[in-house]
């Protein structure tokens, strides 16, 4: 006889519900029944979830101690879980160098350098790649899709429209830095290429990209330069390049120092001699300080701690400081330390004054310490259907 999979409920009602439940649920879904196992890891309730854009909110971090795999945070669920392991030879070294963006529901990972996990393993040159890895939040799995025209590694990367940007950076054939553009349509992959765009009027080696006002700004990552204190933007209107003054206060070795939030606010983080969070005067243009990053207490040291190669990141309301590093200085003085790596996750409403933080559930597993990579992925629709919602405390309190 056929069994239902919530009892009282018809089928595609009960599928409604348990797609409703954000991803971080799914491991208790799968201990609920095995029918109910069977149905998560399905490609049916990928497709259905993909249909009806269950995606749920994802925050993405890539951390030096994690092995090369990604894990994931679940805002609504308050956990992290590991991503499936990147297969190939991808999974036997060292990513870094890398761009990672979240566009159409994807995240991508782009470009970047290779070395061994294994520090005794001595290789000549780094393996920089051209790849594109995607991971399908639905299916919850990892593919390759089509890959850029330019190998590079510590470029500029930004999403402008739903399309990827791409310029700047270094290979083993251009150690001094590249010109070259490029820009990557996901809904058009079927095409499997990457669009040449103009090349840069400078070429640029170490940068990083932000979207601001629809434009693809590059900035250089070579600190108190005065030649390279000139933000090169790009017009994807009238596809041509142009120089502006540099606006962006925020220290470039940071790769992750920008966000926008939902409502085109811009936020930065400043670590000059103190990690301060400013944001910008839409009307004057002006920076100005809204909070700073809160220190770090260790247990059994009293002193409070600066952190340092965390990640920034924003998801919905809020803004996240992720991971990183502190010095722990030994108390009797004798100039000695040891680096303990975080795998602290602290988060705040910029908009509430002063800035009130909090600590949310730390990273999983061996993941801490300095961030390679982190992006944030929204479902596109903030709010529920009242059957929806309905459903999901349903489906909520019959697994509590």
């Known amino acids: 006889m056929h069994q239902p999979v919530i009892p009282g409920l018809p089928d595609d009602l009960a599928l409604l519900c348990l797609a409703k439940v954000s991803h971080g649920y799914h491991g208790l ?3 609920v029944c095995k029918s109910w196992r069977d149905m998560i890891r399905s490609a049916d309730y990928a497709h259905y979830r993909a249909k009806h854009g269950c ?5 993405f971090v890539l951390t ?14 308050d956990r992290w879980h590991p991503l499936p392991k990147v297969s190939g030879d991808c999974s036997v070294r060292q990513h870094f160098g890398f761009s990672c963006v979240c566009v159409h529901n994807r995240l991508l990972v782009i470009g970047g350098s290779y070395a061994p996990l294994d520090s005794s393993v001595l290789i000549q040159r780094p393996v920089i790649t051209d790849n594109v890895l995607q991971f399908d939040p639905f299916k919850k799995q990892w593919t390759s899709v089509a890959r850029m025209r330019t190998p590079r590694s510590h470029f500029a990367c930004s999403v402008i429209s739903g399309k990827v940007y791409v310029a700047g950076g270094r290979n083993l054939s251009c150690t001094k830095g590249l010109a070259l553009a490029e820009v990557y349509d996901p809904l058009t992959d079927k095409n499997c290429r990457w669009e040449e765009l103009p090349p840069m009027r400078t070429p640029l080696m170490d940068c990083l990209g932000l979207s601001y006002k629809g434009k693809f700004h590059v900035l250089s990552d070579q600190v108190g330069l005065s030649e390279t204190n000139i933000t090169q933007v790009f017009n994807p209107s009238i596809n041509t390049w142009c120089t502006m003054d540099d606006i962006w206060p925020f220290s470039r070795a940071m790769q992750f120092a920008v966000q926008v939030m939902c409502d085109g606010r811009v936020y930065t983080v400043v670590d000059w001699g103190e990690s301060l969070i400013k944001t910008r005067d839409s009307e004057g243009g002006e920076w100005y300080t809204v909070g700073s990053v809160p220190s770090v207490i260790l247990t059994n040291h009293t002193r409070p701690l600066e952190a ?13 400081i992720l991971g990183g590093k502190v010095l722990k200085w030994e108390e009797s003085g004798a100039g000695r330390f040891d680096i303990v790596r ?3 996750v602290r988060v705040c409403n910029p908009v509430a004054r002063p800035l009130k933080w909090k600590e949310t559930r730390p990273m999983c597993g061996p993941a801490c310490g300095s961030i390679l990579g982190c992006a ?6 903030c709010s529920r259907s009242r059957q929806g919602t309905f459903c999901y405390f349903r ?3 019959l697994l509590l």
């Open 29 to 31: 879904l799968e201990s």
């Open 55 to 59: 995606c749920g909110d994802w925050l």
């Open 64 to 77: 030096e101690q994690s092995n090369n795999q990604w894990v994931a945070f679940d805002p609504e669920a």
């Open 308 to 320: 340092f190669s965390y990640g920034f990141a924003s998801l919905r309301d809020e803004l996240y």
């Open 342 to 344: 975080l795998d602290l």
């Open 376 to 381: 944030s992925l929204e479902e596109e629709s």
């Open 395 to 397: 489906v909520h309190h």
